[in-house]
T-cell receptor
């Protein structure tokens, strides 16, 4: 079975530009999570969805960040406008839910904002 | 106050020995605990989950949980050079699905 799929794998953009990161969870998983990893702060939860509905977005750093999940197989994380401090690796993870709350991570998107 | 704490290392262990990784957490209502392995430049890979006090074994890995002491550990027996990685401890609050709170990880080096 395919794991979590993320695109693009690398993104380099200039400050002020809009960035969209994409994620396809594992088929049948009801929960989708977005995390960000930096050297300074480690791995942090940004937002998570259950059955396409955002449940907890308290980790979203500011209004420049938004996330959507229009259907069970696709989610986006958008940053507009981007800033150099947004440079990080962004991971998407999915979890089956009530039978198991184990989370499985995608390969990540390495974002560099210059 | 850090919610999940780990010694950053590096922890250097000779090949074939037992590697012991430790993690403490601050939130007493935490219910579920996970160990992830992360190679440099790669994504976290789930290796163990534990929900009840005591030990849980899976191959060369043993997770240990002590909720009273708010302590979880991971033992790796017969350490191999391929075990060299950063090990992340993660904690989930409550009994339902929720985001994970991660420690910053312990960098483990297995010396051949």
């Amino acid at each position: 079975d395919a794991g979590v799929i993320q695109s693009p794998r690398h993104e380099v953009t200039e400050m002020g530009q809009e960035v969209t990161l994409r994620c396809k969870p594992i088929s049948g998983h009801d929960y989708l999570f977005w995390y960000r990893q930096t050297m300074m702060r480690g791995l942090e939860l940004l937002i998570y969805f259950n059955n396409n509905v955002p449940i907890d977005d308290s980790g979203m750093p500011e209004d420049r960040f938004s996330a959507k999940m229009p259907n069970a197989s696709f989610s986006t994380l958008k940053i507009q406008p981007s800033e150099p401090r947004d440079s990080a690796v962004y991971f998407c993870a999915s979890s089956p839910g009530p039978l198991s709350y184990e989370q499985y991570f995608g390969p990540g998107t390495r974002l560099t904002v210059t | 106050q850090k919610e999940v704490e780990q010694n950053s290392g590096p922890l250097s262990v000779p090949e074939g020995a037992i590697a012991s990784l430790n993690c403490t957490y601050s939130d007493r209502v935490s219910q579920s605990f996970f160990w992830y392995r992360q190679y440099s430049g790669k994504s976290p890979e789930l290796i163990m989950s534990i929900y009840s006090n005591g030990d849980k074994e899976d191959g060369r890995f043993t997770a240990q949980l002590n909720k009273a002491s708010q302590y979880v550990s991971l033992l790796i027996r017969d350490s191999q050079p391929s075990d060299s990685a950063t090990y992340l401890c993660a904690v989930k609050r409550g009994g339902g699905a929720d985001g994970l709170t991660f420690g910053k990880g312990t960098h483990l080096i297995i010396q051949p």
